[in-house]
């Protein structure tokens, strides 16, 4: 009897462990800064798909709104486009997210790095699928953890209809900020260089015709944006392409009213897509969101209706990123 006793508390600690993620699971991260000196807990929003468990774990999507939006708003409008990810949207303090002069100053590369830890622990995901997808300040949250996060479990992420900026880099380096950021500093506060991990697949989704975030680079909502095609070759070289920048339209893929232009480098790996679809998408840039993650194939566009959820048609006085 003492031995059986003692083989359930040996296993008692691995059962508690070994825990799936469901829809209903409730990840706790709590962070305290500044501006919420008692701690703020994240709302996240998770959705499982139905069905068997595959080989190695279902992969994960996080999903990152922009200004204004949440988590709750994610899931459903992507639902559809990447159906066999497990989906996980927090929603950000004050619902943004901490790049420069934004209203957060919330510690969220930091929230990222405990949730993908945490993620990781569960016996139905794949510690090695893990991935972000960011609309507008979600995007440019996702090239924060591009650069800054050393998880190598971190395997694709997007950004949508948002670029690095200057202060992510400058004078041929990668930067993070190793304080508050935004200000009157000329970088926001992106201070220290670090370099990031290779191995990662990248996708730029943006637009020539957005009128919030500059293709071509340039200074909006407090921020200096590089020119878009010029940003995803800098990404393309930290994950180790050599040549020169691709130039010229691009390959044109699609079909008429949602045609878009693809420059791709290292086979693949890192990819821009150019398009004329605003501040948002259109129906050929999801159907490759789906594609390129690749785990997935059920492809939708984005209708009016959902890019609303995700607050791409902003509200003329306000601003996805500041």
Not at 73 to 78: E, K, L, Q, R, S
Not at 226 to 239: D, E, G
Request: with cysteine.
């Amino acid at each position: 009897m003492r031995k059986t006793l003692a083989i359930i508390a040996t296993m008692l600690p691995v059962l508690i462990l070994a825990q799936q993620l469901t829809s209903s699971s409730n990840i706790i991260i709590t962070k305290t800064w500044s501006q919420e000196p008692s701690g703020y807990t994240y709302p996240i929003s998770v959705s499982v798909p139905s069905g068997a468990v595959p080989q190695g774990g279902f992969p994960v999507c996080i999903l990152l709104h922009g200004n204004g939006g949440n988590g709750g708003g994610m899931v459903p409008a992507f639902s559809s486009t990447l159906s066999c990810h497990v989906l996980v949207a927090p929603s950000g303090y004050l619902n943004s997210w901490n790049i420069s002069d934004e209203s957060s100053e919330a510690p969220d590369v930091e929230m990222i790095e405990e949730l993908i830890d945490t993620l990781q622990t569960f016996t139905n995901i794949n510690p090695n699928k893990i991935r972000l997808l960011g609309t507008s300040n979600g995007a440019a949250l996702s090239n924060r953890v591009l650069i800054e996060n050393k998880n190598s479990g971190i395997d694709i992420i997007c950004a949508i209809v948002s670029q690095l900026s200057e202060a992510q880099y400058h004078n041929n380096n990668f930067y993070y900020p190793s304080g508050a950021t935004g200000g009157t500093d000329p970088y926001d506060g992106y201070d220290s260089i670090t370099t990031p991990i290779t191995g990662r697949k990248y996708l730029s989704i943006c637009n020539n015709n957005d009128q919030l975030i500059p293709y071509g680079g340039g200074p909006s909502v407090g921020v200096n944006f590089l020119n878009a095609q010029l940003a995803t070759y800098i990404v393309a070289q930290s994950q180790g392409y050599t040549g020169t920048q691709i130039t010229g339209p691009g390959t044109a893929i699609g079909t008429a009213g949602a045609i878009v232009y693809e420059y791709s480098y290292l086979s693949g790996q890192v990819v821009h897509i150019r398009g004329n679809a605003g501040h948002t998408t259109n129906s050929t840039q999801l159907s490759y969101v789906t594609s390129f993650f690749n785990d997935c194939n059920n492809i939708v566009g984005l209708t009016r209706n959902n890019a609303e959820k995700l607050n791409l048609y902003p509200n003329p006085t306000q601003s996805l990123i500041k």
